[in-house]
């Protein structure tokens, strides 16, 4: 069994009048379902417990309507009514041994109550800070309203309660929480009671947990989530100003919970961001309290989170992203298999489903908020169909998660790779600045399949259609990719636009290959999300003068959703890399670009020796349109079907090649749809009229 040295990990921890049964400690994290989709939400955290987790936590949850964030879906306790949904998600997380908490928020500041259309009630009179600059302000909360707030907390508590939860975090980090708004002097500018001192700064937090103690504190245990450092200068509430609150109030709740005080900081990216990245902040926090502390850190190393609780730094190894990329994470160590582990590469792609309120997605593992909506479980697939052999064209991620599933099936899966390594484009953009952590997609990938005996590799195969119809396999799953276009081809320009030959002209491909440009470099951004600005800092490193050209109000602006943009922006910008931001390219000559307002139109000139264009991708489908072509050969040649996936379908993350992969292996000899729906989903159940 279990390696003794990770023995610490798995001895309990009492948090108040509870315990938990070990050191793993789902923190709460969001996952674009929330109030709409409960039933999804509820079986993903359930499949966390079956995979070993000690102690598994909702994601915010309102307490009152006069504070919601939508668009963000979160869950809802306004009103009794709500009970029921959290109820399923409390039973789904018991259902293995763990503590179940809920995190309870009131958003003050941050919720513009675009829902409820109240006005919002926040610690000082203040614009609402969210990611939309939205155009309503706060009021102040009057003393009278604070009395009200507590009850709130009290009335919501009770239903928690109710609900079957044996925790409860209340919520003060990432700039979100009401308790980080009254703690801070940037959010906190009362002159009564409740401002000035610290002292006066934390006698809400102090009342709330007095309040929850006599209402629920006999059988719930009470976390609280604070900032580890606003990181906003002067006024923000700073670690040091953290250390003092809990030196003040060591005892005050059984938990202490900490996080960073923006979530683009607690959150960030492995390309901004190492595993224990918080550790320097955290460190010490300890010894000024006789509560359990736990902390964060994207840790997926077994070893650095003994060295967490040895080092007296943490109690428990608080994780959210990677409890979603391996569920099974606790048990995996438990088993003394901590090499099947499948780790967070730190993407964020989890957290654009939040921020783009669809459904939340996550690379390494495609199953995540598919548990109930497919029944698609992180561990197990499904029995084998009647068909017996699988080739698999193209060893990317999506060709590697098909065969790893396909193999896991029962099938026996060739896989035919036109290069010599295993990983596709994650084994050339693994290489590039920041992205190493990437790699790990091909890693995890690689391993699995070399355990399998059911599986064949064929390195430097390029495959063809009359090859493949000689083979004959019963079924071609053609996962072969994409290639970056080099005729500019994207959002600015649906078809080509002049670009004179004279010019050297590079795409990400080329890069990625190892040509470089040489002298000033323009780079024309138009995907938007992170390959131009990664570019532009490989090529900065190297020593070119680098000009981005995007025609976006922001640099690399998806990655708003990955949270990053910032970081992004400050670290080109930080480097010296001249960022030309809502400006197009609408010619390419010799020793020149021309750009465009986006808004004008208004061109002017750019100089520059070389142009990167970073547009849009081809699929790299010529292989399946072959066999298409050939379709009348296949029943001859023993094939059964021949599907397209992947970037080779169509373009896009590697979070949707993953996904597609998986879903080939999950869906092979399956039952044929038709046009029905291919997932569960709940429906608001309408009100008699
Ligand atoms: P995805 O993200 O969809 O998995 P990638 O571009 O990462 O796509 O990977 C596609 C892989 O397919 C690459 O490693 C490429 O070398 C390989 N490939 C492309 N065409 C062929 C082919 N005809 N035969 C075998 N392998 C191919
Ligand atoms: Fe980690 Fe990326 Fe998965 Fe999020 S989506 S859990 S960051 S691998």
């Not at 959002?491 to 670009?499: G, N, S, T």
């Not at 399946?624 to 050939?630: G, M, T, V």
């Not at 009348?632 to 373009?651: F, M, N, T």
Request: aromatic share 8%; proline share 6%.
């Amino acid at each position: 069994m279990r390696d003794p040295r990770y023995d610490i990990l798995f001895t309990p921890l009492a948090i108040g009048p509870v315990t938990a049964k070990n050191r793993f400690y789902q923190v709460p994290h969001c996952n674009g379902g929330g109030y709409r989709d409960p039933s999804a939400a509820a079986a993903m955290r359930g499949v966390k417990a079956e995979g070993g987790w000690g102690v598994i936590f909702t994601e915010q949850c309102e307490i009152h309507h006069t504070s919601e964030i939508t668009p963000f879906i979160e869950l809802r306790l306004w009103e009794d009514q709500d009970i029921p949904a959290i109820a399923r998600m409390a039973e789904k997380m018991k259902s293995h041994g763990a503590l179940a908490g809920i995190q309870l928020a009131y958003s003050g500041v941050n919720g513009p109550n675009f829902y409820t259309r109240e006005v919002p009630l926040a610690v000082s009179a203040l614009p609402i800070r969210t990611f939309t600059n939205d155009p309503v302000q706060a009021r102040a909360l009057t003393k009278s309203d604070i009395r009200d707030l507590r009850r709130w907390f009290v009335n919501a508590a009770r239903r928690s309660k109710a609900a079957g939860f044996d925790l409860i975090c209340l919520y003060g980090a990432h700039g979100f929480g009401i308790f980080q708004h009254f703690l801070s002097r940037a959010t906190n500018q009362r002159s009564d009671e409740y401002g000035g001192s610290l002292e006066n700064r934390s006698r809400f937090a102090r009342e709330v947990v007095a309040d929850l103690r006599d209402a629920v504190g006999d059988t719930m245990g009470l976390t609280m989530r604070v900032s580890l450092d606003e990181t906003i200068g002067e006024l923000g509430f700073s670690n040091a100003e953290l250390r003092d609150f809990i030196e003040m109030n060591g005892d005050l709740p059984d938990m202490w919970d900490l996080a960073h005080g923006t979530w683009e900081d607690c959150s960030g990216p492995s390309r901004f961001k190492e595993e224990a990245a918080q550790e320097v902040l955290v460190r010490g926090i300890r010894a000024l309290t006789s509560r359990p502390v736990v902390g964060v850190g994207r840790f997926t190393s077994p070893d650095v989170m003994v060295r967490m609780l040895k080092s007296g730094t943490l109690d428990a190894i608080g994780c959210a992203r990677p409890s979603i990329a391996d569920p099974f994470l606790p048990k995996k160590i438990e088993e003394a298999r901590p090499e099947d582990i499948r780790e967070c590469i730190g993407c964020n792609i989890c957290i654009t489903g939040d921020m783009t309120h669809g459904i939340s997605r996550c690379t390494q593992n495609p199953t995540f908020m598919e548990e109930w909506r497919k029944g698609w479980h992180p561990e197990q697939m499904n029995a084998k169909g009647q068909s017996e052999r699988v080739l698999v064209v193209g060893a990317g991620p999506a060709g590697l998660e098909a065969t790893r599933a396909l193999a896991e099936r029962g099938y026996d899966v060739a896989l035919a790779e036109a290069g010599n390594a295993l990983g596709g484009r994650v084994a050339r953009e693994r290489m590039l600045p920041g992205l190493s952590a990437w790699g790990r997609v091909a890693d995890y990938r690689a391993y699995q399949i070399g355990q399998k005996p059911n599986v064949e590799v064929y390195f430097d195969s390029r495959l063809d259609a009359a090859g493949i119809v000689d083979f004959g396999f019963q079924h071609v799953c053609i996962a072969t990719g994409a290639h970056w276009r080099r005729d500019g081809v994207s959002r600015q320009h649906v078809v080509p636009f002049p670009i004179d030959p004279a010019m050297p002209l590079f795409t990400p491909d080329d890069l990625m290959a190892g040509l470089r440009p040489s002298g000033r470099v323009v780079i024309y951004d138009d995907d938007h999300y992170y390959m131009g600005g990664v570019l532009a800092e490989l090529l900065r490193r190297e020593g070119h003068e680098v000009t981005i050209v995007t025609p976006s109000a922001y640099l690399s602006d998806w990655t708003v959703n990955t949270l990053e943009q910032h970081a992004i922006h400050r670290r080109l910008a930080g480097m010296g890399v001249e960022i030309v931001l809502n400006r197009g390219v609408t010619a390419i000559g010799r020793g020149e670009v021309t750009t465009n307002c986006t808004y004008t139109g208004a061109p002017s000139p750019i100089g520059c020796d070389a142009v990167v264009m970073v547009a849009s991708r081809s699929p790299e489908d010529a292989l399946y349109r072959d066999l298409l072509a050939r379709e009348a050969e296949w029943a001859d040649a023993g094939i059964l079907s021949v599907k397209l996936i992947g970037d080779a379908e169509a373009p896009g993350p590697i979070a949707w090649a993953t996904y597609a992969g998986h879903r080939y292996a999950r869906e092979l000899d399956g039952a044929e749809l038709g046009d029905a729906l291919p997932f569960r989903r709940e429906v608001t159940e309408l009100a008699p009229e």
